[in-house]
C-alpha cells in the first residue's frame, strides 16, 4: 500500500529534474563565472619604482551577480547529490518466537554529510538518522544494542509509553551501558504514532553526534482518513554535522517524490535543540497527529514550526506538479550567499500524464 | 467596511495618549533628571600632589532610578514618533485587460527604522515592508519586478498555491532576475488567506534587509464570523534593522486604533529568523487562521508564537478602552534599560463614549 | 480537594526514589571513579637530562566512562537536592473587608539555585518565584507593592484583562514605583486561569533576576472535565539563575508526585527568553487551556513547547508507575557530559499498592 520513495528515487536521482516541471526553464548555456579574484590577471612586475601592480579593473555588478548565480546554480543542479552512506533505511528485524528483534551496534563512524565533508559521527549501524523502525501496536519488540562508543550510553524510545524499567534514563531506570557491554530491552508496543529512539545520556552531546533514528509504529487499525500513497519520515537535525534532513546536507538531501493526485504523509521529528519551521512551496500540509496522537480536528498549513523533540504528522495531497522547495524557513539554516545549503530538499510531484 | 487605520492615525499621532485612558495619569510635572556624569562637578586641580580630584557625591538609588526612568518616559511620550518613509501601504493596481497589474522596482535605499537611526534597505519601491497587496480569490494578477539591486533576485508568492513556473525559485522554475532586467509573473489567484511575497535568492540577506511585503488574498464569499471593523496587517522582522513592527521600531511603530466596541483583525506575519510570540495587554486574541486557512475551531490566547515564515489570524473584540502595550514577549525583543524598543506598539482602544 | 504535593514532598524527598520503581535498579555498589587527574603518579625527577617525567597510562575508554558515568550518578542520587529558600509557595491573603489582600516587598535577595551556587536575585517576599497567588474569579483583590530595589519598578499582572490603570505599565498606565515607594493595584479578578504577574519596567532585566510568580484564576464554576488530583505550577525561567524551573536547577528541582490513577494538572508558564519544549517520559499530556482558555478540543503531546510569555494547561492520567524523566528537550538546557543539570524534574507516580 505505501509507495516506495527509495526504489523510485534510484530513478528520480537521475531524472527528476527532466520529470518535473522545472526541467522547463531554460538557463543559460554556459554562465561566464567570472570572479575577482580568479580574473585578475597579475601586472608582470616592470620596476622597483612601481611596486604595486595595477588593479584588475573592479568586477561590475553584473559579473558579481553572475558569479554568485553560479554557485546557486550548481547547488540546485548537484540536486540530489550523490554521498556515502543512507540514514533512516527500513529496518528488518529477525524474529525470534514471534519477538521482532532489532540488534543496534553504536559506534564511531566518518559520515559524509554533504558532497566531500566528511564528519566524525556516533551512530547506530553506521546510519544517520539510524536504521527506521516500524511496527505495529501489540507487538512483542526486543532491541539489542551493543555499545562500541568510547563512552557509556542507553536508549531511550521517546514518546512510547513503556514499563518504567525499559525507559532507557541512566541511574533512574537502569545503569548506562559501558563501552564494549551490551544491553537489552524488550517490550510489548504501547502506542502507536510517529516516535523516535535516541541516547538519554549526555544526551546533548550524543544525539548532536548521531544516535538517533525513528520509531515508526502503525495502529492496529488504519483510519481511511489517513491512507497515503508515500509515508515519508523526515528527520531534522542541527549538532555536529550542521543543519540537516535525515542527516545530510542539501544538495545531499534527499527529494520526497510522489505522483500527481497521490498522498503524501510526512513524519517531521525535530532531534536537534532549535525550532524549524519546515515551508513547503506550491502545496499545504493538512497536520493530522502530534507525537503521535491524532488532532482532535485536522487544520492546514505550509509552514509548520517543529520544536526539538516534537513529531508533527502531516498529509499533503500532491495536486500540483513539479518540482517544489521544500526547507526550513528560518532562512540562514537554508541559504547563504553562496547557495541553499542545509534544511532544502524538494516535493517532487511528476505529472500524471507526461 | 474596513476602518481605515491610516487615515484615523494622522489625529491619533497627536491624541491617542490623550483619548486613551492613559491620559488619566498624573506624572510628575518636571522629572529630576539627574545623571552621574550630568552632574558630578569635578573639583578644581589645587596641587599637583593631589592629582586625583575628590570623587563627585555617588548618585543614590533614588537618582539613578530617576535617569533610568526618564529614558523610559522619553520613549513613551515620543510614540508613535514620526520617520521618513512608511511601509506596508495599500497598493493601488494598474488595471490592464482585467488584469491587476503590479509594478514593483527592488532598490537600495536608506531606510529610517527610529528616529535618526538610518539604515542601508532593499526594498521594494522604497518601502519596507513592500506595498500591500491585496486581492481576491480568483483575480488576474500580474507583478512587473525591476531588478535595481546590485545583485540577482526573484519574488517567491508564499503562501499562493501558484503554477510550478510562477513560484520564483532561482534554478528551480526560473533563472535569478539579474541587476538592471525586469520579470513578470502572471497568475490567477488560488487560496485566500494572509500570504507574503519576499525574495527567494540569498534570501538570508535579502529578505534581512527588507525584500518583503504582505500579499492579502480576500475569500470570494467572507463569512459573518470573520467581520472585521479594522484590518491591520503586522509583519515582525528581525534582520539587519533589528527587531520590527512593519519596518519600524519603536517609537517609531504605529499603534492599531480602533473605537470601543469594534472587533479588528490582525494578521501577523514573521519575515524574521527568530520567534517572536505576540503579547496583547487587556484583551484576549481569537486565532482564527494558520497561514491563510481557517482554523477548524477559533481558539484564545494573549501571547501567540510566531516563528518564522508563519502567518496568524487573529480577531480581537475592543472591549477594554485604553492604551494597551502590545510586543513581544522575548524581553530583549522589547526593552532595555533605557526603556522600551524594537518590536513594541500599542493597541488604542478609543472609549465609545468621551 | 487538591493533593498537597508540598507535604508529601517531605517523605517523598527521603523516599521517593525508594518508593518509586526505580529504586529497583542495582547499580554497582562502589564505582571506581578514576580520574586522568586524579590518578597520575607523577615520576620522581631523577635526572636534569630527562626533565620530562614519563607520562602516567593513559585512561582507557572505561576508566573515562566511568568518571563521567559517576558525575550522572552523582546528580541523580542527589535529587531531589536541598537548597535554601523555595518558591512559588502558596500565598495567604489577608482578608479586609472582603478584599484579598496581597502584600509583596520587591528586594535584592541571594538564592540559592543549586547546591553551593548562590546567585544574587530580585524577588517577592523573598522567593523565586514569588508567592503563588490563588483566587476566583469574580474576587476583590488588593496587591500592595513595596519597592526596596535599587530602581524603580511595577507588576503587570499578565493575563488578566483589566481596567487600563490597573496594567502595571510605566508612563502609559502609571508612574514607576520608586525606590523606597509603595503602590496599590486593586480590581475584582476579572478572567479564569493560569496567568502570572511580573515586573514591567526594566522587564528583560527585572524579571530574569526574579521578579515574577504565578496569578491562578480558579473558575466560578469547575468542569467535572478538569478535575485534577494534583494542580502543579511550573514557571520556567532562563535569565541570570540559568535554567530552572520555579527558580531551581536540577539537582534542587522539585519533583512531582502522584498516586497511580490519579490526575495531574499542570500549568507550565515561561517567564525566560527561549523556548522550552517539556518533554514527559512515559505517560502523555491533554492540552486543555492556553493562557488560561479553554481549548475548543483538548489534544494530547508528550512534548510541550512553550514559548515567553505563554501558559499551558496539561492534564496528566497517572497510569504508569514509576519516577519519569521531565525535562526540556532543548537538550543543552539539560544536560552536560557532567550530567543532568538545569531544566530537569521527575514526574513520581506510586504505585497503588506497594
Not at 532489532?102 to 536504521?131: C, F, H, M, S
Not at 505495529?136 to 563512552?151: A, F, M
Not at 550510553?153 to 533512574?172: A, K, S
Not at 544525539?207 to 520509531?215: E, K, N, R, T, W
Amino acid at each position: 500500500m505505501t509507495f516506495d520513495v527509495r526504489q523510485d528515487q534510484a530513478s528520480s536521482r537521475r531524472d527528476f529534474l527532466r520529470k518535473g516541471t522545472a526541467a522547463a526553464i531554460a538557463l543559460p548555456a554556459a554562465l561566464s563565472v567570472i570572479g575577482a579574484c580568479g580574473e585578475s590577471k597579475a601586472a608582470p612586475p616592470e620596476a622597483s619604482t612601481t611596486p604595486a601592480a595595477p588593479a584588475a579593473p573592479a568586477p561590475t555588478a553584473r559579473q558579481r551577480a553572475d558569479t554568485m548565480d553560479a554557485m546557486h546554480e550548481k547547488g540546485v543542479k548537484a540536486f540530489p547529490a550523490k554521498t556515502e552512506g543512507k540514514g533512516n533505511q527500513p529496518f528488518e528485524p529477525r524474529i525470534e518466537k514471534g519477538v521482532k528483534v532489532y540488534d543496534l551496534t553504536a559506534e564511531e563512524i566518518q559520515w559524509e554529510v554533504e558532497p566531500g565533508r566528511k564528519a566524525k559521527a556516533w551512530a547506530y549501524n553506521q546510519q544517520v538518522p539510524g536504521p527506521q523502525i516500524r511496527v505495529r501496536e501489540g507487538d512483542r519488540v526486543r532491541v539489542n544494542l551493543t555499545n562500541k562508543l568510547p563512552e557509556s550510553t542507553v536508549i531511550h524510545f521517546h514518546g512510547l509509553e513503556l514499563p518504567n524499567n525499559q525507559d532507557g534514563v541512566p541511574f533512574i531506570t537502569q545503569p548506562p551501558v559501558k563501552p564494549g557491554e551490551s544491553y537489552t530491552y524488550e517490550f510489548t508496543v504501547p502506542n502507536a504514532g510517529s516516535h523516535m529512539y535516541h541516547s538519554h545520556h549526555n544526551a546533548a552531546f550524543q544525539v548532536g553526534m548521531g544516535l538517533l533514528g525513528a520509531f515508526i509504529v502503525e495502529p492496529r487499525q488504519r483510519r481511511a482518513s489517513q491512507r497515503a500513497d508515500v509515508d515519508y519520515v523526515m528527520v531534522l537535525n542541527d549538532g555536529s554535522h550542521g543543519y540537516t534532513l535525515n542527516g545530510k546536507s542539501f544538495p545531499a538531501t534527499e527529494p520526497v517524490v510522489c505522483k500527481q493526485g497521490q498522498t503524501v504523509r510526512l513524519r517531521f521529528m525535530n532531534e536537534g535543540m532549535m525550532i524549524h519551521p519546515m515551508h513547503l512551496h506550491g502545496m499545504h500540509m493538512t497536520v493530522i497527529a502530534k507525537d503521535g496522537w491524532d488532532q482532535p480536528a485536522p487544520w492546514k498549513c505550509d509552514t509548520l514550526n517543529i520544536a526539538p523533540g516534537e513529531r508533527w504528522d502531516v498529509l499533503v495531497k500532491a495536486t500540483n506538479p513539479g518540482t517544489w522547495a521544500f526547507h526550513c524557513h528560518i532562512l540562514p539554516h537554508a541559504e547563504s550567499e553562496h547557495g541553499m545549503f542545509g534544511m532544502v530538499t524538494a516535493l517532487v510531484v511528476q505529472p500524471a500524464v507526461v
